[in-house]
Structure formats: structure tokens, C-alpha cells
């Protein structure tokens, strides 16, 4: 239906323009020929005067005794009421004689003769004031030999009453228009207007543009015996009116049937649409969780066998998710009863180990205080190995009870003063340095969301490092700075330390994992992988550049509030499933 409507409509748009072209073709030609034949009768009339015995006998001898004569063929000329001035010239377009008191400008009779014409005929438009003017052209002769021109000055004196005759006359939507063969002026026959577009390429053949009440077409021809063209424009919209009424008609012929068939189409269906309806609103609340549904449908068709089908397999289903819940729920217990022991575990390190490291700390403090001066160089070297090994214990102790009670402790979410928080550790941990300066810049650190205790150990952790890679540098830098990205906030730490290879980047983040000797720089190995899993806590993300001895950049992501409500509302549907029995 909607390509037969198609075609037709096409077929019916090409004859209506086609029909419509023609029109505008042969108005324009009937038009043209119209003009021209009062072009022809103004013209003879006007070369009446140029043939009269005394302006040519004047032309032949100009001086006082024939100039009189002229001038009386020249002020009689003025009982036309159409004639507002009339001018007699030479060969070169000097004015000789006038009459009339119309103004014109000095250089317009050059331009009317454009050359030297030997025959009679209409000039183009001219305005002057408030009025539009039209010169009408005689050559005035002796023996086919020119002696001057005759010029008769017309306005042009149309009222709006017979524009719109004429324009109903032509027929309704069409406008007319004159112009100039040069294109410098056009009017509606009743004041000036702009030049209509494609003025200069539309002369004897069809255009097609734009105005603003629509597309029209246009055909122009000039009008013989005169500078004149005329240019008719016919309204598109006119044209395609019965092309118009035509779509509209096939359109609510096709809306029609297709209410029709859709509403029979719709009678068929429902027969067949009503149980997959419940198929699918039961396959719905299995997905939300209840695998009691089930459906109801007593037929022997096609249908029937598929809602049988997924009865026995909402039953099979349901017993699979017994069982699964009841492992879940086995495994809940075992992990459980495994955070209980590694609490325990994690109890044992901080009490019943330190004991003991307390105590061998004790002994080689009061070896070295009452018997120092006894010891030879070797002992003392012992003991203060032996206090540096108790000490750096203490720390791997600490660390690691950091490190197993980082996975139950709860992120709570602040707005963070960043570059606060990072100007206190900066002064935290230069107090561990009293010996030694470091050159330490903090620029802009746009503040976040997060656990301000956590996100402080990331930055010790990072600015510690930075200063204590860094501190057999004499000239220690280092410079802590963030940048905005459409994921969230990159915070780093720059240092022109030691550095590391970047093979062996992978290591960084793990547990007692270093890249140098302690002896060079002392660590536990535990301090990078603490900072991974707190920034894992907060969705965050770390990364390192380095190059053995040219420092090293340590970048820590955390992300903007917008992934933060996305992950919270992801969580809240998981536990919300969760406590439907789905998932642990």
C-alpha cells in the first residue's frame, strides 16, 4: 500500500509540475509578447517627434534660428500626460536641448545610448525620488544618416488596484516582475525590489528557489524593443495542491486499512499471545527470584507442550536452588569459622609474639647500657643488630596485623581535604628525618570522597617512600600533585630517588616483596601492598614509573562521585538479591 501510494503520489507531483512549467512558460511568453508590442507603439510614437522637419533640420545646423523651432516640437511633446521630460543630443549624448522639469543625472544619457544605436526603442527602468522612469529612445536621421537622439521620459504610473487585476488576471499565485537586461534594477510595477535570485542565469529557462512562503518556479524572457525583462514566479505549493489533496487522500486510505488489518491481525494473535503472556510473566518472577511460578495452560497444541516443558523446568530449577543455597550456606559457615581463626591468629601475633621480642629487646638494651664499655667493636655491632632486627620485626608485626584487618574494616565516606591531609604527613614523617632535607612541593589536590584514616596511611606509605628512596640524593626532590580525568582524580608522587627497573613492577604491590637489599634501604615489604588493598577498598587503582636512578612516580586513582553512586546502587541491588536466597 505505502509504495503503490508512493509511486502514485510521484507520478501525480511530476504531471502537476509538469503541467505548471508549461503554464509559466507560455504566461511568460504572452506576457513578453504583450510588452513588447506596447514597447513597439511607445517607440514609433516617440520616433514621430525624432522625424519631425525641425529637430532634424536643427540637428543639421544647431543654432539660434532652428533651435526654436526644436524647441516647440519639444514642449509640445509635453501634452502627453505620460511625458514628463524630453531631451534632444547629439551623437556623443550631450543634452542640446530639454524640456520638462524632471531631474536626471548628468551621465544617464551616455548610459541609455550605450553606444550609438540606429533604431528606436524602450531603455531600462530608472529611479528618481519617489518615482521609477523609463526613457523611450528615437534616432533622429537625414538620409538614413544619424544627426542625435530623441529621448521621452515616462514614469512609470501604476496603481495597486491594477497590479492585483492584472495579478488575478495571470492567475492566482503567480507574481510578476520587470527588470532591467542588465540586471541593476527591478520593480513589481509599483516600487523597487530586490533582484529576484538567479536573476542572471534564469533568462529563458525554468528555476526553481526558495522565498519565504515556499518554493516557486520561475521563467524570464526579455520584451523585445526595449532593455526590459520580465520574470514571472509561480508558488510550487499551488502547483502541487491536487498532488497534495492526492497524499493526503492515500494516506488516510492506508491509515484506514491499516487500523483495519491491525485490528483483525490483533484478533488472530490474541488467541496465540495470551499464554506466552504467562509464559512470560512467570519466566519474569523466576528471574526476580521465585521459583515457585508456574503456569496454567490447557492446550495440546505447540503452546501446550512449551508450558509443560517449563513447569518440569521451574521444578528442576527450584530444587537446584535448595541445593545451592544449602552449600552456600555450608561455605558461609566455613569461612566464618576461618575469619574466627585468622582473628585469633592475628590476637597470638600481637600479644604472644611480642612478648618475646620485647624481652630480647629489653636484654640487649641493658647489655648495651651496663656493658658497653666493655664490648669490643664486634659485640657492639652485634647488639645493635640485634636491637635494628627487634625493631624491624615489631614493624613487619604491626604491618601485617594492618594488612589481615584491613578486609573487615568498613570504608566511611568523608569529603577529604586532600592537600590537608598530605601537608600533615609531610610534616609527620619529616620529623623522622631531622638529619636531612628534602625538597618537598605540594601543588593543587582536589579533595575527595573516602576514608580519611585509610587514605592517610596511602599517604605515608607514598611519601615515605618518596623520602626514603630519595635521601641519599643531596639535592632530594620530591613533588605531590593530582590531575582531573573523566573517570575520576590521579593523585602522585614524584621523587628523583633510587628508582627500580620496570621489569620488576609487577612485584611492587605484593607482600614482602622488595626491590632492594635491606641493607640499602630497610623495609617489611608490607607498605605497597597495604596501599593496594586500601585503594581496592575504595575502587581506586595504582600504578609506578620508574627507571633505576632517575626517581620514580607513584600514581593512585581514586574515582569521582558518579561511579561512586553507580557502584552503590550495583551494591544495594546485590544485597537486595542476596536476601532473596540467591547469592551469599
Same mark, same amino acid.
Given at each position: 500500500?505505502?509504495?503503490?501510494?508512493?509511486?502514485?503520489?510521484?507520478?501525480?507531483?511530476?504531471?502537476?509540475?509538469?503541467?505548471?512549467?508549461?503554464?509559466?512558460?507560455?504566461?511568460?511568453?504572452?506576457?513578453?509578447?504583450?510588452?513588447?508590442?506596447?514597447?513597439?507603439?511607445?517607440?514609433?510614437?516617440?520616433?514621430?517627434?525624432?522625424?519631425?522637419?525641425?529637430?532634424?533640420?536643427?540637428?543639421?545646423?544647431?543654432?539660434?534660428?532652428?533651435?526654436?523651432?526644436?524647441?516647440?516640437?519639444?514642449?509640445?511633446?509635453?501634452?502627453?500626460?505620460?511625458?514628463?521630460?524630453?531631451?534632444?543630443?547629439?551623437?556623443?549624448?550631450?543634452?542640446?536641448?530639454?524640456?520638462?522639469?524632471?531631474?536626471?543625472?548628468?551621465?544617464?544619457?551616455?548610459?541609455?545610448?550605450?553606444?550609438?544605436?540606429?533604431?528606436?526603442?524602450?531603455?531600462?527602468?530608472?529611479?528618481?525620488?519617489?518615482?521609477?522612469?523609463?526613457?523611450?529612445?528615437?534616432?533622429?536621421?537625414?538620409?538614413?544618416?544619424?544627426?542625435?537622439?530623441?529621448?521621452?521620459?515616462?514614469?512609470?504610473?501604476?496603481?495597486?488596484?491594477?497590479?492585483?487585476?492584472?495579478?488575478?488576471?495571470?492567475?492566482?499565485?503567480?507574481?510578476?516582475?520587470?527588470?532591467?537586461?542588465?540586471?541593476?534594477?527591478?520593480?513589481?510595477?509599483?516600487?523597487?525590489?530586490?533582484?529576484?535570485?538567479?536573476?542572471?542565469?534564469?533568462?529563458?529557462?525554468?528555476?526553481?528557489?526558495?522565498?519565504?512562503?515556499?518554493?516557486?518556479?520561475?521563467?524570464?524572457?526579455?520584451?523585445?524593443?526595449?532593455?526590459?525583462?520580465?520574470?514571472?514566479?509561480?508558488?510550487?505549493?499551488?502547483?502541487?495542491?491536487?498532488?497534495?489533496?492526492?497524499?493526503?487522500?492515500?494516506?488516510?486510505?492506508?491509515?484506514?486499512?491499516?487500523?483495519?488489518?491491525?485490528?483483525?491481525?490483533?484478533?488472530?494473535?490474541?488467541?496465540?499471545?495470551?499464554?506466552?503472556?504467562?509464559?512470560?510473566?512467570?519466566?519474569?518472577?523466576?528471574?526476580?527470584?521465585?521459583?515457585?511460578?508456574?503456569?496454567?495452560?490447557?492446550?495440546?497444541?505447540?503452546?501446550?507442550?512449551?508450558?509443560?516443558?517449563?513447569?518440569?523446568?521451574?521444578?528442576?530449577?527450584?530444587?537446584?536452588?535448595?541445593?545451592?543455597?544449602?552449600?552456600?550456606?555450608?561455605?558461609?559457615?566455613?569461612?566464618?569459622?576461618?575469619?574466627?581463626?585468622?582473628?585469633?591468629?592475628?590476637?597470638?601475633?600481637?600479644?604472644?609474639?611480642?612478648?618475646?621480642?620485647?624481652?630480647?629487646?629489653?636484654?640487649?638494651?641493658?647489655?648495651?647500657?651496663?656493658?658497653?664499655?666493655?664490648?669490643?667493636?664486634?659485640?657492639?655491632?652485634?647488639?645493635?643488630?640485634?636491637?635494628?632486627?627487634?625493631?624491624?620485626?615489631?614493624?613487619?608485626?604491626?604491618?601485617?596485623?594492618?594488612?589481615?584487618?584491613?578486609?573487615?574494616?568498613?570504608?566511611?565516606?568523608?569529603?577529604?581535604?586532600?592537600?590537608?591531609?598530605?601537608?600533615?604527613?609531610?610534616?609527620?614523617?619529616?620529623?623522622?628525618?631531622?638529619?636531612?632535607?628534602?625538597?618537598?612541593?605540594?601543588?593543587?589536590?582536589?579533595?575527595?570522597?573516602?576514608?580519611?584514616?585509610?587514605?592517610?596511611?596511602?599517604?605515608?606509605?607514598?611519601?615515605?617512600?618518596? +623520602? *626514603? %628512596?630519595?635521601? #641519599?640524593?643531596?639535592?632530594?626532590?620530591?613533588?605531590?600533585?593530582?590531575?582531573? &580525568?573523566? =573517570? /575520576? @582524580?590521579?593523585?602522585?608522587?614524584?621523587?628523583?630517588?633510587?628508582?627500580?627497573? +620496570? *621489569? %620488576?613492577?609487577? #612485584?611492587?604491590?605484593?607482600?614482602?616483596?622488595?626491590?632492594?637489599?635491606?641493607? &640499602?634501604? =630497610? /623495609? @617489611?615489604?608490607?607498605?605497597?601492598?597495604?596501599?593496594?588493598?586500601?585503594?581496592?577498598?575504595?575502587?581506586?587503582?595504582?600504578?609506578?614509573?620508574?627507571?633505576?636512578?632517575?626517581?620514580?612516580?607513584?600514581?593512585? =586513582?581514586?574515582?569521582?562521585?558518579?561511579?561512586?553512586?553507580?557502584?552503590?546502587?550495583?551494591?544495594?541491588?546485590?544485597?537486595?538479591?542476596?536476601?532473596?536466597?540467591?547469592?551469599?
Amino acid at each position: 500500500m505505502a509504495v503503490f501510494g508512493t509511486v502514485s503520489y510521484m507520478a501525480v507531483r511530476r504531471a502537476a509540475l509538469g503541467i505548471g512549467q508549461q503554464r509559466l512558460v507560455t504566461l511568460t511568453q504572452q506576457l513578453s509578447t504583450m510588452f513588447q508590442q506596447s514597447a513597439r507603439k511607445l517607440a514609433g510614437a516617440t520616433q514621430a517627434l525624432a522625424n519631425q522637419p525641425a529637430v532634424v533640420h536643427y540637428l543639421e545646423a544647431p543654432d539660434t534660428t532652428t533651435a526654436s523651432g526644436a524647441q516647440e516640437v519639444l514642449r509640445k511633446s509635453l501634452a502627453d500626460p505620460q511625458t514628463v521630460r524630453t531631451e534632444l543630443l547629439d551623437l556623443q549624448g550631450r543634452q542640446l536641448l530639454s524640456a520638462g522639469n524632471m531631474k536626471v543625472r548628468p551621465d544617464v544619457n551616455k548610459e541609455i545610448l550605450n553606444g550609438k544605436p540606429d533604431s528606436n526603442f524602450v531603455g531600462g527602468f530608472y529611479p528618481a525620488g519617489d518615482s521609477i522612469y523609463a526613457p523611450l529612445i528615437a534616432t533622429v536621421t537625414r538620409d538614413k544618416k544619424p544627426l542625435g537622439y530623441l529621448i521621452r521620459w515616462q514614469p512609470l504610473r501604476t496603481k495597486p488596484k491594477d497590479v492585483e487585476q492584472f495579478t488575478q488576471l495571470i492567475g492566482a499565485g503567480a507574481v510578476l516582475y520587470f527588470g532591467n537586461s542588465d540586471g541593476s534594477f527591478w520593480t513589481n510595477l509599483l516600487k523597487p525590489v530586490a533582484a529576484p535570485p538567479l536573476a542572471a542565469e534564469g533568462l529563458r529557462k525554468t528555476v526553481n528557489y526558495k522565498r519565504p512562503n515556499g518554493e516557486v518556479i520561475a521563467f524570464s524572457m526579455p520584451i523585445g524593443s526595449s532593455k526590459w525583462i520580465v520574470r514571472v514566479e509561480l508558488s510550487q505549493g499551488l502547483l502541487l495542491e491536487t498532488a497534495t489533496r492526492f497524499l493526503y487522500w492515500m494516506i488516510g486510505l492506508g491509515v484506514l486499512l491499516i487500523i483495519t488489518g491491525s485490528f483483525i491481525a490483533w484478533l488472530i494473535s490474541r488467541n496465540f499471545t495470551r499464554p506466552l503472556n504467562h509464559l512470560m510473566r512467570a519466566t519474569a518472577a523466576i528471574a526476580a527470584g521465585d521459583y515457585s511460578s508456574s503456569v496454567t495452560i490447557h492446550r495440546k497444541d505447540e503452546i501446550g507442550n512449551l508450558a509443560d516443558s517449563f513447569n518440569s523446568m521451574t521444578t528442576r530449577v527450584r530444587q537446584a536452588q535448595e541445593n545451592l543455597e544449602s552449600k552456600v550456606r555450608s561455605r558461609t559457615e566455613e569461612l566464618e569459622a576461618v575469619n574466627r581463626e585468622l582473628e585469633a591468629f592475628s590476637y597470638s601475633v600481637s600479644h604472644d609474639l611480642r612478648a618475646p621480642l620485647r624481652a630480647v629487646s629489653g636484654y640487649a638494651m641493658m647489655l648495651k647500657e651496663d656493658y658497653e664499655d666493655r664490648f669490643d667493636d664486634e659485640a657492639k655491632r652485634i647488639t645493635d643488630n640485634i636491637l635494628s632486627n627487634v625493631k624491624m620485626m615489631g614493624r613487619l608485626i604491626d604491618d601485617l596485623i594492618a594488612f589481615s584487618r584491613l578486609g573487615k574494616r568498613e570504608v566511611k565516606r568523608n569529603v577529604i581535604d586532600m592537600k590537608a591531609l598530605a601537608e600533615g604527613c609531610v610534616a609527620e614523617l619529616s620529623a623522622t628525618w631531622p638529619e636531612k632535607e628534602f625538597d618537598i612541593a605540594i601543588g593543587s589536590l582536589p579533595d575527595c570522597r573516602g576514608d580519611s584514616d585509610l587514605l592517610k596511611q596511602v599517604w605515608l606509605n607514598l611519601i615515605g617512600n618518596a +623520602m *626514603k %628512596y630519595s635521601s #641519599k640524593k643531596t639535592d632530594a626532590r620530591i613533588f605531590i600533585g593530582a590531575s582531573k &580525568e573523566a =573517570e /575520576g @582524580t590521579v593523585y602522585h608522587v614524584r621523587d628523583n630517588g633510587a628508582g627500580f627497573d +620496570m *621489569k %620488576y613492577a609487577d #612485584k611492587l604491590f605484593k607482600v614482602f616483596q622488595r626491590l632492594h637489599s635491606q641493607d &640499602e634501604f =630497610e /623495609g @617489611t615489604g608490607v607498605g605497597l601492598a597495604l596501599v593496594k588493598r586500601i585503594l581496592d577498598k575504595h575502587r581506586g587503582t595504582i600504578r609506578a614509573e620508574s627507571s633505576p636512578g632517575q626517581g620514580a612516580v607513584f600514581y593512585f =586513582e581514586l574515582p569521582n562521585d558518579k561511579q561512586e553512586l553507580n557502584f552503590n546502587l550495583y551494591a544495594q541491588s546485590s544485597r537486595s538479591i542476596a536476601g532473596r536466597g540467591q547469592y551469599p
